[in-house]
């Protein structure tokens, strides 16, 4: 399984911010949207990934405020990327390995969506299941006297 056959079945919605905003506009829009990350933009290039990790750090550091704190003080700016074409099995080594909860997919320079730590075991899951469920067809239509040993 492929980063693009997730990516096919959660859609391509992506939210972003701009590296000069406000923190505070940024966490607005997450929590408005009920997501956990936010991909940072500037002049159409993929700059940082921002995450609720890099905001409770930045929050911490600053005593418990945000004040006018910009996205740019608290992002990634060195996320961790695939491709389309990365495998799954990649993806979890990469993601375990740097402990990153979301992964911005590139194709190029070009960003083509989001996957998160959910998304890829949700579709491990599916996957598993789907090939269980194929097992017990399988061996519930195997022909009476096959596989006997005489």
Not at 39 to 49: D, I, N, Q, T, Y
Not at 51 to 68: D, H, L, P, S, Y
Not at 82 to 99: F, K, S
Request: aromatic share 6%.
């Amino acid at each position: 399984m492929k980063v693009s056959d997730i990516l096919r079945v959660k859609g391509n919605t992506l939210y972003t911010a701009s590296p000069d905003e406000p923190l505070s506009k940024a966490l607005d829009l997450m929590s408005d949207k009920d997501i956990g990350s936010l991909v940072v933009m500037e002049h159409g290039e993929l700059v940082g990934m921002l995450t609720f990790r890099e905001v409770i750090q930045m929050v911490v550091k600053n005593g418990g405020a945000i004040g006018k704190t910009l996205v740019r003080t608290a992002m990634d700016d060195h996320p961790l990327t695939c491709t389309l074409e990365t495998d799954m099995d990649e993806v979890r080594r990469m993601m375990l390995d740097r402990h990153a909860r979301y992964m911005p997919v590139m194709d190029h320079r070009m960003l083509q969506g989001v996957i998160s730590f959910y998304d890829v075991a949700r579709a491990v899951v599916d996957s598993q299941n789907f090939e269980n469920k194929m097992l017990k067809a399988y061996i519930r239509d195997w022909p009476e006297g096959e596989g006997e040993s005489k």
